[in-house]
Structure formats: structure tokens, C-alpha cells
């Protein structure tokens, strides 16, 4: 008898400071077993519901192949047009790449109320809001979080951040089974870190000065 499949749970969320304006998205991802990993960006010019397919975008690219996962996100914009039909005027781009992560997993997406007391909603809501407000100082787009991607067999993270797509390209087929890609919540580059939880912040000087610094204060 095959064994029941595991299932991966995502918290997505998107925001905008104006619409359109500065936004940002999270997603918090719970593997089986509980263990959760949260992702996050953001775009200086942006629209909110742009925001909101990103973050269900982002969360499903790092889950596994093939694997079952419940999105649960308050956006009726995305979980109607997913399950409804309905009808896709604008953001057709996001829509495409959203049909093309949800073909490769068994996906059930699923409303919840915003602001409601849902803590795992409550956290991607928050993350997405400090996202865009980020987005809005800096005036770029970023990307930031600890991602739970492995070695063989486990999914790769977004391939659409940063400048070092190439290098994370090609080191990725040589990675051990116990290490992963991260981004560095510093500097937002890739490292190459344990699979499971780990450092926030990778090897360089100045990213360890913040790390550090940052305990330091906490310990005063």
C-alpha cells in the first residue's frame, strides 16, 4: 500500500504602499513536520495584485516536484481566478508562470480572512508590508529569506533575483545532499549553506559585522 503524500502548506501574501507604488510580497512555507522557511521581496513599481501572484509564485517554486501543497493566501483575486475561472485581464505574464508552478505540484488553493488572528497569515502580511516599505527606501527590487532548497532531487528556488542566476545555475547539480543555496538576509546574495535551518546572514565581513552587531545589542 503506497504511503499517504506529505503536504507542504504556503502563506501567501502581497502588498503596495499606493496602487500602483512600492509593494512587497512574503510567503511562509511549512514542511512537513513543521518546520517553516519565510520568502520574501519586493518592487519599487509595482500593483498590489501583482504582489499578491508573486507571492504564491515564489512559495510554490521552492517546494518540491510533484509534491502536494495547500496555498492559502486572503487574496480572492488569486484563489477565484484559480478555482472560478475567472477571467484574466491584466497581469497575464504572473498568471502563466502561476499555471506552470501549480502543473508540477498537486495544488489546493484555499481563501483565508486577512487580519483575521490566523498567525502564519499574520506573519506573511507583515513581512509583505516591511517588503514594500523596503522597496520604497531602497527603490529597487529584492529578494530576501532563507530558502529550503537542497541537493538532488529537492526544487530550486527562483531563478528571477539577483546577478549571480549563472553561478546558482551551475552550482546547484554539485551541491552535496546536506547543503542548500541560501540568500543572505544582508547583502541578498547566494551562499551555500546546510539544508535545514541555518544562518541568515552569509561569510562576508560586513554581513557578519550586522549579524553580530545585532546579537550583541540583544545580549545588552
Not at 481566478?81 to 502561476?98: A, C
Not at 541568515?200 to 550583541?216: G, I
Amino acid at each position: 500500500m503506497a504511503a499517504a503524500k506529505e503536504t507542504h502548506y504556503v502563506y501567501a501574501d502581497g502588498s503596495c504602499l499606493g496602487n500602483p507604488g512600492p509593494g512587497g510580497w512574503a510567503a511562509v512555507i511549512v514542511k512537513p513536520g513543521g518546520v517553516s522557511n519565510t520568502i520574501f521581496g519586493g518592487d519599487p513599481a509595482t500593483t498590489n495584485n501583482r504582489m499578491e501572484l508573486t507571492a504564491a509564485i515564489e512559495g510554490l517554486r521552492i517546494i518540491p516536484n510533484g509534491t502536494r501543497v495547500v496555498l492559502r493566501t486572503d487574496s480572492q483575486y488569486v484563489v477565484k481566478t484559480m478555482t472560478l475561472g475567472w477571467k484574466r485581464k491584466q497581469n497575464i505574464d504572473l498568471w502563466e508562470k502561476l499555471d506552470h508552478e501549480a502543473a508540477q505540484r498537486e495544488v489546493r488553493f484555499e481563501w483565508v480572512e486577512g487580519h483575521a488572528g490566523d498567525p502564519l497569515n499574520e506573519e506573511a502580511d507583515r513581512n509583505a508590508r516591511n517588503a514594500a516599505m523596503t522597496a520604497a527606501k531602497g527603490g529597487r527590487v529584492h529578494y530576501h529569506g532563507l530558502s529550503i532548497v537542497g541537493g538532488a532531487g529537492t526544487a530550486p528556488a527562483s531563478e528571477d533575483y539577483g546577478a549571480d542566476n549563472n553561478s546558482v545555475r551551475e552550482l546547484r547539480p554539485l551541491l552535496a545532499a546536506d547543503e542548500a543555496i541560501r540568500r543572505c538576509v544582508g547583502c541578498g546574495r547566494a551562499y551555500v549553506g546546510p539544508v535545514g535551518d541555518a544562518p541568515p546572514y552569509c561569510a562576508l565581513a560586513s554581513c557578519q559585522l550586522k549579524s553580530r552587531r545585532a546579537a550583541h545589542t540583544k545580549e545588552r
